[in-house]
DNA sequence: CGGCTTTGACCGGCGC
DNA sequence: GCGCCGGTCAAAGCCG
């Protein structure tokens, strides 16, 4: 039984075409897989923030809402500053702590010197008072508590506004709290918590969404599973679903333009490699 | 030894 | 005037 060579080749062609296209969707199951975990976490990420902010919001709102005051802080799951607020002349934060850290160090790039510690009538734990570390040069004076209502949550009342560059390696501002735009207005912001949780790894993700090389298909197997739903997914998404997420991605001001460059890097090389 | 923190004492504003 | 309370002072102690 032999077949005839013309055919014999046209079944080659197409078994190489075959393997060309299955090699292709792989890759852009990867990438996908890849995607559809970066919206996982953030979905996760933004409803744990959603949640914390209200549960937040209720418990803080009889204590910070006082008068004018108003209160609009967002606390960050992610445990970053995410909002450029200008820290005003006299202005509130809040940061997120550990609970059991009894310590009331806010980490705000500025050195501080503790001159002062009052028990105050209408909250059990103690006020800390700071002066700047360049004072008398430097005016500015704050105030850190903890939350009556919830101790995990310091409360940071700064009274003026420095007049030099932050002195600390471990600033928390995403905004430099001498930036203000507003005079004597009370505002209210959360920074970015003492704890150090690695931030969405944005800057480290590999760029190469088609993870062709051996190495890195051996560092994320996908389950088998997995493998199975992605192709599933795979064959429900097309190109122009992909570039308009890649587009939705390049519009969100939290998400990382680097992530959507890179994503979009790799579109555009699996696009170059399909026309090949 | 210098700088920083701790902590009780002191001061001044405010309400009664 | 008195008492309460928040803010500040300053001596003592701690730490690198």
Known sequence: MSFPLAKKRCYLTQVEALQFELEHRQKENESLRFMLGVMTRRFSILQ???????????????????GDQACHEILDSNKRARFEVPITKASRILVRSHSNDKSLIVKDGYQ????????????????????C????????????????????????????????????????????????????????????????????QVPSIALDLTLSSPSNQQKEKPSKRSMEDCGKINNNYNKNYIEEYVASLTKDPTFSVALAAAVASSMSDLSSSRML
């Open 133 to 200: 570390s360049m004072a008398p040069y430097c005016p500015v004076k704050k105030k850190v508590q903890r939350c009556v209502e919830d101790d995990s949550v310091l409360v940071a009342t700064y009274d003026g506004e420095h007049n030099h560059e932050p002195n600390g390696s471990h600033g928390q501002y995403l905004c430099s709290p001498n930036s203000s735009s507003s005079k004597n207005s009370i505002t209210n912001h959360v920074l970015k918590c003492p704890i150090e949780i690695p931030p969405l």
């Open 48 to 66: 744990a923030e959603i949640q914390e902010t209200e549960e937040h919001q209720q418990k803080t709102a009889s204590n910070l809402a006082d």
């Open 112 to 131: 501080w010197r503790k001159y002062g510690q009052k028990v105050t009538k209408d909250n059990p734990s103690p006020r800390a008072y700071f002066r």
